[in-house]
């Protein structure tokens, strides 16, 4: 999950500067790439083969082939050290761009049609310019099959061009609009993360996307916020929010080059995570479960938040717990969840806060001794 962002030297024509300026600005919306737009525009005097040598700077180069850059007669022996032999032997990537109806030597691949600036070969030369691994892999997250909507193809290209094309954050209605968003538009993104919504908190959301990314958090939810936008916005993340109902997502629009759709309709099959089970009855307070088994759960989630390091989860556990218990008048759960959570609060550093739940806890739900008379 590398955030280093990778360069681009564009060789030119002074001619042809609109097509390679806004090739380079669709670039840097979404490939991860600093284009070196300036620098790769031919001068008096200079032709491409001089142009591409000095492009090898740059992790990749593109050249843009058009009537004002080829030169007439162009003999295979004057261009293929730079274009073909060179780069090879340094390892750079070099890639060709047509502008209009010219005729560059056919050896020469990839190469991208770009006359009129077209969407799909302007994807395509994205993705090529990011190169990532293809995403059949197994840790690479396959949305399930789900029946076409009406209107998809539509829906699919706005959504291309508002979140794929370029960082940013949109909300559908049908979460299969939204898997199909995945299937075509999944290799534009270094990695896709899903968070099945409903009725949980954004703790526990935030807690969620954390630990499929792999980071331990540990501090409270403005912490765990903060650093999942630290991480996030610095990388080409997509981040599908589904089945959204009552929980604000907006905390969890992370901004900078992470794009974020949001699904409010639901169809996802039911998650066996424990963790997340224990929430939703929590948050729902199944009327069905007994006390025991309710007490029975907590104590669970309460394990599994700390050995993941999910602490702001176990403290928003602790106090659905805990008021469930002052409902029940239990002094014995009152007093243990209160333990916990001021374990937790002099962790964080909220040494006052926890000094007054701690003496709290001692005055109303200690067992206390009878007085001698």
């Given at each position: 999950m590398q955030a280093l962002i990778s360069t681009l030297f564009p060789c030119y024509a002074p001619g042809d500067r609109a097509t390679a300026a806004a090739v380079a600005a669709f670039l840097e919306r979404g490939a991860d790439v600093r284009v070196f737009l300036d620098e790769g525009e031919m001068r008096p005097g200079e032709d491409l083969v001089a142009k591409a040598r000095d492009a090898r700077m740059a992790d990749v180069v593109l050249v843009f082939f058009s009537r004002e850059s080829m030169p007439p007669g162009w003999?295979?022996?004057q261009w293929e050290d730079a274009l073909v032999k060179e780069p090879a032997a340094e390892g750079v990537r070099i890639g060709f761009?047509?502008?209009?109806?010219?005729?560059?030597?056919?050896?020469?691949?990839?190469?991208?049609e770009l006359a009129g600036l077209p969407l799909g070969p302007l994807r395509e030369l994205k993705r090529w310019v990011r190169d990532r691994e293809p995403r059949h892999q197994e840790a690479a997250y396959l949305p399930p099959p789900v029946p076409r909507c009406l209107g998809q193809d539509a829906g699919l290209e706005v959504l291309g061009i508002a979140i794929a094309d370029r960082a940013g954050?949109?909300?559908?209605?049908n979460l299969g609009l939204a898997f199909e968003f995945v299937r075509a538009y999944g290799d534009d993104f270094d990695e896709v993360f899903v968070l099945e919504s409903g009725v949980r908190s954004v703790t526990a959301l935030a807690g969620d996307l954390g630990a499929q990314i792999g980071l331990r958090l540990e501090g409270d939810l403005d912490d765990n916020l903060a650093r999942l936008r630290e991480f996030c916005s610095a990388r080409r993340f997509l981040l599908l929010l589904?089945?959204?109902?009552?929980?604000?997502p907006h905390e969890l629009i992370l901004g900078g080059r992470c794009s974020t759709l949001?699904?409010?309709?639901?169809g996802l099959e039911p998650a066996g995570d424990t963790l997340r089970h224990i929430q939703e009855t929590f948050a729902s307070l199944d009327s069905a479960?007994?006390?025991?088994e309710l007490c029975d759960l907590a104590r669970t989630g309460r394990r599994l938040t700390r050995e993941q390091g999910r602490i702001a989860e176990c403290y928003e556990l602790m106090q659905l717990w805990h008021a469930a218990a002052e409902v029940r008048g239990d002094r014995k759960v009152l007093g243990e969840s209160a333990r916990e959570m001021v374990w937790i609060l002099e962790g964080w550093g909220h040494e006052e806060e926890a000094r007054n739940l701690?003496?709290?806890r001692a005055a109303e739900?200690?067992?206390q001794m009878p007085l001698p008379f």
């Amino acid at each position: 999950m590398q955030a280093l962002i990778s360069t681009l030297f564009p060789c030119y024509a002074p001619g042809d500067r609109a097509t390679a300026a806004a090739v380079a600005a669709f670039l840097e919306r979404g490939a991860d790439v600093r284009v070196f737009l300036d620098e790769g525009e031919m001068r008096p005097g200079e032709d491409l083969v001089a142009k591409a040598r000095d492009a090898r700077m740059a992790d990749v180069v593109l050249v843009f082939f058009s009537r004002e850059s080829m030169p007439p007669g162009w003999a295979r022996a004057q261009w293929e050290d730079a274009l073909v032999k060179e780069p090879a032997a340094e390892g750079v990537r070099i890639g060709f761009v047509r502008c209009d109806d010219c005729v560059p030597p056919a050896v020469l691949k990839p190469r991208f049609e770009l006359a009129g600036l077209p969407l799909g070969p302007l994807r395509e030369l994205k993705r090529w310019v990011r190169d990532r691994e293809p995403r059949h892999q197994e840790a690479a997250y396959l949305p399930p099959p789900v029946p076409r909507c009406l209107g998809q193809d539509a829906g699919l290209e706005v959504l291309g061009i508002a979140i794929a094309d370029r960082a940013g954050a949109e909300t559908v209605a049908n979460l299969g609009l939204a898997f199909e968003f995945v299937r075509a538009y999944g290799d534009d993104f270094d990695e896709v993360f899903v968070l099945e919504s409903g009725v949980r908190s954004v703790t526990a959301l935030a807690g969620d996307l954390g630990a499929q990314i792999g980071l331990r958090l540990e501090g409270d939810l403005d912490d765990n916020l903060a650093r999942l936008r630290e991480f996030c916005s610095a990388r080409r993340f997509l981040l599908l929010l589904a089945d959204v109902r009552t929980t604000d997502p907006h905390e969890l629009i992370l901004g900078g080059r992470c794009s974020t759709l949001i699904s409010t309709g639901g169809g996802l099959e039911p998650a066996g995570d424990t963790l997340r089970h224990i929430q939703e009855t929590f948050a729902s307070l199944d009327s069905a479960l007994s006390w025991t088994e309710l007490c029975d759960l907590a104590r669970t989630g309460r394990r599994l938040t700390r050995e993941q390091g999910r602490i702001a989860e176990c403290y928003e556990l602790m106090q659905l717990w805990h008021a469930a218990a002052e409902v029940r008048g239990d002094r014995k759960v009152l007093g243990e969840s209160a333990r916990e959570m001021v374990w937790i609060l002099e962790g964080w550093g909220h040494e006052e806060e926890a000094r007054n739940l701690d003496c709290r806890r001692a005055a109303e739900f200690d067992d206390q001794m009878p007085l001698p008379f």
